[in-house]
């Protein structure tokens, strides 16, 4: 994390995220953010759909914003939440931070109530499935 990154501004867009969160079924709205490896920051929200199976989460859609933008690797991300338990990434967005994030990159958790809970990629996703897996037949 460089002098101008902080969890803190992240967590400031995660909420912006949060708050524009589309979650109408659920209920559960999600936000998250991240700085890609140069430093740029991205965000993202939950976006629900009445065929509910559609439903994207906060996180996927945080990183697929990084990729429309020409980014493929990333330091951090924030997943924020209302919740008075915190929002761990679910077991499709772990296969989806696998793909772009290092191994020992942070993911962070928070709520509104300043509670925090931290994991590096690899241990979310042990033995993950990655893109260098796929070389051999490349
Ligand atoms: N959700 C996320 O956005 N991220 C997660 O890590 C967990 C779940 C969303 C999907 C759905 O809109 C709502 O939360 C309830 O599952």
Known sequence: MTKNQSIQELVK??????????????????????????GDLVHGCNVENASYGLTVCAERNCIAQAVVAGHTTFSHLVVYTEQENLTPPCGACRQVIAEFFDADAKIIA?????????????????????????????
């Open 110 to 138: 928070v709520n509104h109530l300043g509670k925090q809970k931290s994991w590096h990629v690899e241990s979310i996703l042990p033995d993950a499935f990655t893109p260098a897996l796929l070389n051999e037949n490349n």
């Open 13 to 38: 867009y995660a909420k912006l995220a949060f708050d524009n969160a589309y979650a109408p079924y659920s209920k559960f709205r999600v936000g998250a953010a991240a700085y890609t490896a140069n």
